[in-house]
């Protein structure tokens, strides 16, 4: 799982929430896709995004409710997208039999639920966005499979989308437009790339550029929201000073 920040061990009692949710909208379906769940347990992004998720909502003041159930549909979200993932092309050996057709069919469940659970709660504005994510996300795997492109620009397309994603989805919420809604995004990819890469085999240098970015654009967001010491600027100062420690970033 690799680097382990303290900020997810702080919404321990949210997060059980969000657990909460998250089986009850799977029920009918928990005993078939647990194995899936089994095998994420460890994944970094799995255990990274909805702490993070949940923090940034709470950050431009949305209530505890809609941020419990946006952080649920990012996760259910990621565990589609892991599913859909294991599947793979002829080339790469792909055996068309009964696992091929479920993991197909449970991911295109899954997707389908996100969609409801947007309805839901009453969020259904942001399904362009979340269009747009998914686009972005399946051009990452193309150039990752077929283009055999660079890791950090894959993993900007596949993973960096989400965290993007997630805090573009909350400041639409609160009510942000124009460029302060585009820095809000972009704050999210920043902030969502410097804690990836930090898992990464690769140089302190190029994470400080992210997280430098990072500071810049939470400096411009907080100019509205006016907080202090709030959980958002405590992440961002923890994966700084992660990095001043280091001087190379790589998987624990």
Known sequence: ????????????????????????????????VYNYIKMLNEDFTWNQLPPLVYIVYRYLGLDRSISISMTNI???LYL?????????????????DQDLQFAILIGDYMFG???????????????????????????????????QA???????????SMYATAFETAGQLSGMKGILLENCRQLGLNLG???????CDISREEVLLYIHEAERNYKI???YQRMVNSNLEAVINEVHSLLCNIDKVAVV
């Open 150 to 160: 660079d890791h950090k620009e894959v993993l900007q397309k596949t993973r960096g």
């Open 221 to 223: 967001l907080n100019q």
């Open 80 to 96: 589609a997208n892991s599913i859909h993932f294991l599947v793979k092309d002829d080339k790469e050996g792909q055996k068309y």
């Open 193 to 199: 790339m410097s804690i990836e890469l930090m898992n």
């Open 1 to 32: 799982m690799g680097i382990k920040y303290s900020f997810t061990r702080e919404l321990r009692t949210e997060l059980i929430d969000v657990d909460k949710v998250f089986k009850e909208n799977l029920l009918p379906w928990w005993d078939d």
């Open 74 to 76: 990012f996760k259910t």
């Open 113 to 147: 639920r996100m969609l409801k659970l947007l309805v839901e709660a009453g969020a259904d504005k942001l399904v362009g966005l979340f269009a747009v994510m998914m686009a972005e996300i399946n051009e990452g795997r193309v150039m990752e499979r077929k283009l």
